[in-house]
């Protein structure tokens, strides 16, 4: 890696942007401002550029356009005058290259020593509970337990009903879900609480804490809602522990993963500039919107994609200037295909464009240039899963439910391991996430696996990931591929729909 | 005339002077063979230790102090003039209005200091801290600024030699580090770039985003040539960063239809200079001669063979 090269590249490409020749684009802030915007986000999310280095250029940047607009004519320059009042206040308020800023707090995971040495469990549950608390009822449909050491849940999904506040706030609403009128006890007797999570995200009511942790031999959970009978979730594994579906990752109960050959794992050596660009593809392939309406195009990418794809040609060569990036690469004209494909234009790519894509993303596209909706709509339902793929790039990867509401399907998972840095920047790039998923559903169809929402607690991050397109029809088996920098793997699992009432 | 082989860098460059708002009046600050002077301020030290014990500080003493805490700046380079043509223009007034403006807040309020009912828990004190911290840190961006916008208000002839002070600052200790251990080479090299492309413009025709510049760091001069066709035309330069101080700073870089690139004997009004008529060529020893800058810029020395 040529930090020195980043650096360079960055700094080379602000001078061409004084000299006005970048495109000036109808953006806010000085003209050029995007494109190196999108070029540090690149060169620090691989880890070439210091973010703070990256963040002195692009303030240099802008104070050194600004201040040869103090005496501008409108007219003829390309940016808006800046009065001095102004150019003093712009830019970040802290002095240069001061030292790292710690780490954002996260809900920090349970210090207690034997909860941390635990091993997890991760349990398929696959059983629904129905409930009514006065106006307000529905079923709690629990996809999964999951405990590990930040604590432990339920992946669940919620079908609300209440003829008075449903039109108002969705059916998902957590405020309408009575959490405390359910009672959890163990077979021994011990009691817990379910909860939102703490820290989670109230528009995603899909992870429900228990507390606390169930012990360690606890056999089973019984879930009663208000009034009615409990509904049990055996923890066991299936297979009993140590059995057959006992898990392939040492430290995990429960959470099998498919064994024999339902699982292959290949080695692939993905340079970081390569895997950067690969993440930026299928963030486009996964955020393309669909053609539900009518039939027509829902419209080209716009606003910070296309500004994401106009610097597409200044991230490769960045990244190749910054050396994480072969100029042999295939990627890059994979990309330049998709930009062609999704009518991208001005990507800036210099290499033509490949028919060699992989098949995920062409099922994707064809499935955009279909050009009409699905003639039909898949029932709502779920299916439970807890199954644990083999590490990739240090992140180990536990799929924990797949659930089909309204139209919208998500797969929800928990990524375990050391995650880069969060990177805030113009690409929309999840570090949290620093993986590629793909589910093939039984027709062959391939559905890109698009971080929706995260919660993160110590080196655990739950995700929800919406699959885009959405599944059709409730598939019977489905496989998962996901792939990181150093190798992919490939699963096939089996699924069991269950549908709400 | 001043004719000294191997000088400082600056020895091809006149005297300029600049006038400056200062108290009621306005002051000569002047600049001379690499030192800034108030004559206006017969012992700028004495009056630092008057401003130290509450009498106000003279601007032409706040702008000296300002121009040496800039002297190794590389921001300097990000910010100031890339050419003739890229002129940066600030007046007095908008140093005040800057000035005004930074008082104003960076949109942290102001609030005087927070009464407390009960002790601070460990949260509150880390928060209160925190704050602290980012209105120093913000204070201090202001600050520097303020700082640049004061030394850009001095004209072109004090920000192009500002530029040249920084490079010499740096130009001899190329591998090492700057304070935070971060490389200095990717800021002098983007500065020499910024800086060769519109001389190459000028000199060739060519366009600005064909010419690729690297740094020279071995014995000599470094290289110049042209290769491709068409978009694929390439100016390829290399050249040792005292190029920027000796040569461009001086305003030696076009000099009689040559690029300028080296300075065999610097002086005033008269300098030997090594200087390529194309690329690819040999550059060959050539006498130049100056002459004070064209009107609305005396202090661009105006050089020709």
């Not at chain 2, 700073?249 to 239809?257: D, P, S, V």
């Amino acid at each position: 890696m040529d930090r020195e090269g980043a650096e360079t590249y960055l700094r080379l490409l602000a001078e061409a942007a004084m000299r006005g020749s970048l495109m000036p684009a109808a953006e806010p802030g000085p003209p050029g401002t995007s494109r190196m915007m999108v070029v540090a986000h690149a060169l620090t999310t691989v880890g070439a550029l210091d973010p703070l280095v990256a963040e002195e250029i692009l303030d240099d940047f802008r104070l050194a356009v600004s201040v040869r607009l103090l005496r501008s004519d409108p007219v003829q320059s390309p940016g808006q005058p800046v009065t001095a009042a102004q150019w003093i206040s712009q830019g970040r308020a802290v002095p240069h290259r001061r030292p790292p800023a710690p780490r954002p707090p996260q809900d920090e995971p349970p210090e207690d020593d034997a909860v941390q040495s635990r091993p997890d469990r991760f349990v398929p549950v696959g059983l629904t509970v129905p409930f009514r608390a006065g106006v307000v009822s529905g079923e709690l449909c629990l996809m999964s337990f999951a405990q590990t050491s930040s604590g432990a849940r339920f992946i669940a999904a919620w079908e609300v009903s209440t003829p008075e506040l449903e039109s108002r706030l969705g059916r998902q609403h957590p405020g309408l879900i009575p959490f405390d009128l359910f009672t959890v006890t163990d077979d021994r007797g011990g009691r817990y609480q379910l909860d939102h999570t703490p820290g989670g995200d109230l528009e995603w009511p899909n992870e429900i804490s228990l507390r606390p942790p169930p012990a360690e031999g606890i056999r089973w959970l019984d879930v009663a809602p208000p009034y009615r009978q409990p509904v049990r979730v055996d923890l066991r594994p299936p297979g009993g522990y140590g059995g057959a579906g006992s898990p392939p990752v040492r430290g995990v109960t429960g959470g099998s993963s498919p064994g024999g050959d339902a699982v292959q794992v290949s080695d692939i050596k993905l340079s970081p500039g390569e895997h950067l660009l690969v993440m930026l593809a299928e963030r486009l392939l996964s955020w393309t919107p669909g053609f539900p309406h009518g039939g027509r195009p829902a419209g080209p990418p716009i606003g910070p994609w296309r500004a994401m794809a106009a610097g597409f040609g200044d991230i490769i060569a960045a990244l190749e200037a910054a050396d994480v990036l072969s100029p042999l690469s295939p990627v890059p004209a994979r990309l330049a295909t998709l930009c062609a494909s999704l009518d991208l234009n001005g990507h800036g790519i210099a290499v033509p464009p490949t028919h060699d894509l992989p098949e995920p993303w062409l099922s994707l596209l064809a499935h955009y240039q279909r050009r009409k909706p699905d003639p039909a709509q898949m029932r709502d339902g779920y299916a439970a899963l807890a199954a644990s793929l083999p590490e990739l790039d240090g992140i180990r990867l536990t799929l924990l439910g797949l659930q089909h509401t309204r139209g919208s399907s998500a797969l929800h998972v928990l990524a375990q391991g050391q995650t880069p840095e969060p990177r805030p920047g113009p690409l929309d790039i999840d570090l949290s996430f620093p993986l590629s998923l793909w589910l093939r559903d039984s027709g062959g169809r391939w559905h890109a696996g698009r971080p929706d929402r995260c919660h993160r607690a110590g080196l655990e991050s739950a995700i929800r990931l919406r699959l885009m397109p959405p599944l059709t029809r409730p598939a019977d088996r489905v496989e998962v591929l996901a792939g990181g920098r150093s190798a992919e793997v490939r699963a096939r699992l089996p699924l069991h729909w269950r549908y709400p009432s | 005339m001043t004719s000294v082989p191997n000088g400082p860098w600056y020895t091809p460059l006149p005297a300029c002077e600049a006038t400056v708002p200062c108290g009621q009046g306005r002051h000569v600050v002047r600049w001379e063979a690499g030192e800034l002077r108030l004559p206006s301020h017969s012992d700028p030290e004495a009056e630092l230790v008057l401003a130290a014990l509450g009498g106000e500080k003279a601007r032409c003493v706040e702008i000296a102090q300002t121009w040496r805490r800039h002297l190794a700046d590389l921001t300097v380079l990000a910010i100031g003039p890339r050419s003739a043509a890229d002129p940066v223009e600030v007046s007095w007034d908008d140093v005040d209005a800057a000035a005004q403006a930074s008082q104003g807040g960076w949109g942290v309020p102001r609030h005087g200091a927070m009464k407390l009912a009960s002790p601070p828990t460990a949260a509150i004190a880390r928060a209160v801290s925190r704050r602290m911290q980012y209105q120093q840190e913000a204070g201090q961006a202001s600050q520097r600024r303020l700082d640049m916008l004061s030394l850009l208000a001095l004209g072109t002839g004090f920000q192009v030699r500002l530029s040249g002070h920084v490079i010499a600052a740096h130009a001899g200790r190329l591998d090492e580090p700057d304070e935070h251990g971060h490389s200095i080479v990717p800021a002098l090299k983007a500065a020499l770039a910024g800086r060769l492309a519109p001389v190459a413009e000028q000199w060739l025709g060519i366009d600005p985003d064909q010419v690729e510049v690297s740094l020279h760091r071995d014995g000599g001069w470094g290289s110049v040539g042209l290769t491709g066709r068409g978009e694929q035309r390439r100016l390829r330069v290399s050249l040792p960063v005292w190029w920027l101080a000796r040569v461009w700073a001086c305003g030696l870089a076009l000099t009689g239809r040559h690029l300028v690139v080296g300075v065999e004997r610097a002086g005033w009004p008269d300098a030997q200079v090594l200087a390529l008529r194309a690329p690819g060529t040999e550059p060959v020893s050539l006498s130049a001669h100056a002459s004070a800058g064209p009107p609305g810029t005396p202090d661009a020395p105006h050089w020709e063979i």
